[in-house]
């Protein structure tokens, strides 16, 4: 990731003596000391500000192009009557923190999150595994509701895209929840006191990465090793493992045999890019960590955001469809088809033991069409099939 690049970008500028001059810093030409801390406000999307004597918050808010409500969203622990002379507060920049046009990459998640905290202070996280890569698997949580919610996106290497539309998503959250604004048509704050959202927005960094070119030199060649058991799928833009060789979505205690006999018939027996379910159920830490979790957090409902097909897999096993409102609703809304998945997908998945387990609604969204890796310049039109889709799981019940 040209993080320098990112930076300048958010903040308007196409190089770093233009940054610099339009902050009044030292005009070297270079990502000196004192520019690079500048940059790196951008890329977060905040800078902290130390108080003044006499000095007010809507005077600091008009100095940065914010507001005063979204300083306080931002900023826990304040006085009633706002901040003392000499006190430090995080002041949201007029840039968004999640970016609509750079390549994503895991690394990105941690800036994402400290940017989206210090415009949503009730936003929190956890670290629910590292991958064998060294990779946190994150769960974010927002909300104070009785409905839970747990949404997924990332389980597939070549499917990056989901994590970053769910990055896209959970900002327009917690912007409209900060400015008690509307998400498409339903009251943000609304939904924040009704519904605990969890988000784990990357379920598999370390195939991810491969994908995105962020794999280290000795990660990209154990992964093009096995690549070579299935020459046919190209490399590295195929691959949706884990770094392991193992199809996450194949990985659950839900019929897990019938999808091991099914890929088995397909010549798939040994890790390789894509389809093979693993020596046992949940022998992946990513899978496992994502399994206890959701035994952990009970939800109501369940999402996992994949990619590609237009598609939403709403029925169980036996075809039925614990909330046949609700899926006609997102289908409706999204312009996506509601039908089953083949077969061959149908087996070894989180939505599909999800289903198994607890009897609850539990959705696959396809976003968009195409070939995988979706384009970067989907973004937007991909971002518009799925608010709704957000929206109205959030509004569930």
């Known amino acids: 990731m040209r993080w320098t690049e990112f ?87 007029p840039c968004p923190v999640v970016p609509w046009d750079a390549p994503f990459e895991s690394a990105l998640e941690p800036v994402f999150l400290d940017g989206l905290h ?15 890569g060294g990779r946190p698997i994150r769960a974010l949580r927002l909300g104070t509701g009785p409905k839970r919610i747990l949404m997924t996106a990332g389980h597939h290497g070549n499917e990056w895209i989901t994590s970053l539309l769910l990055w896209l998503l959970l900002e327009a959250y917690v912007t409209a929840i900060r400015d008690e604004a509307g998400l498409f048509g339903f009251a943000a704050r609304g939904l924040f006191r009704r519904t605990t959202l969890c988000v784990v927005p990357l379920a598999n960094p370390d195939g ?91 939800p109501h409902i369940l999402a996992a955001f994949h990619a590609q097909g237009g598609e939403i897999y709403a029925a169980d096993a036996q075809g039925r469809l614990p909330d046949e409102t609700l899926a006609r609703r997102m289908a409706a809304a999204s312009g996506y088809r509601l039908c089953e ?40 039109k991909l971002y518009e099939e799925i608010l709704p889709i957000f929206a109205l799981l959030l509004a569930f019940g």
């Open 208 to 298: 991810v990465d491969l994908v995105c070119g962020a794999a280290t030199a000795a990660q990209f060649e154990a992964a093009r090793v096995l690549a070579a058991t299935q020459p046919q799928v190209p490399f590295p833009s195929g691959w949706k493992a884990n770094g392991a060789g193992v199809d996450l979505n194949l990985n659950y205690p839900a019929r897990w045999e019938e999808a091991v006999r099914i890929k088995a018939a397909a010549g798939v027996t040994a890790p390789g890019p894509r389809d093979y379910p693993g020596a046992a159920p949940l022998d992946q830490p990513e899978s496992r960590a994502l399994y206890d979790f959701t035994r952990r957090f009970s």
């Open 7 to 93: 930076a300048l970008k958010k903040a308007g500028a196409s190089t770093i003596l233009e940054f610099q001059r339009a902050q009044g810093l030292p005009e070297t030409g270079e990502a000196d000391l004192i520019t690079s801390r500048r940059l790196f406000d951008y890329l977060v999307g905040y800078q902290y500000h130390r108080m003044e004597p006499r000095e007010t918050l809507y005077q600091v808010a008009q100095r940065y192009e914010t507001t005063i409500q979204a300083i306080w969203a931002g900023n826990g622990g304040l006085p009633p009557g706002g901040p003392v002379p000499g006190q430090v507060i995080r002041v949201p920049l």
């Open 118 to 132: 210090a415009r949503c202070r009730w936003l929190s996280a956890e670290e629910l595994a590292h991958t064998p």
């Open 341 to 380: 998945p083949a077969p061959e997908s149908a087996n070894g998945g989180l939505r599909d033991w999800f289903m198994e387990e607890y009897h609850r609604p539990g959705y696959t969204i396809e976003i968009g069409r195409g070939e995988n890796p979706l384009p970067l310049s989907d973004v937007p």
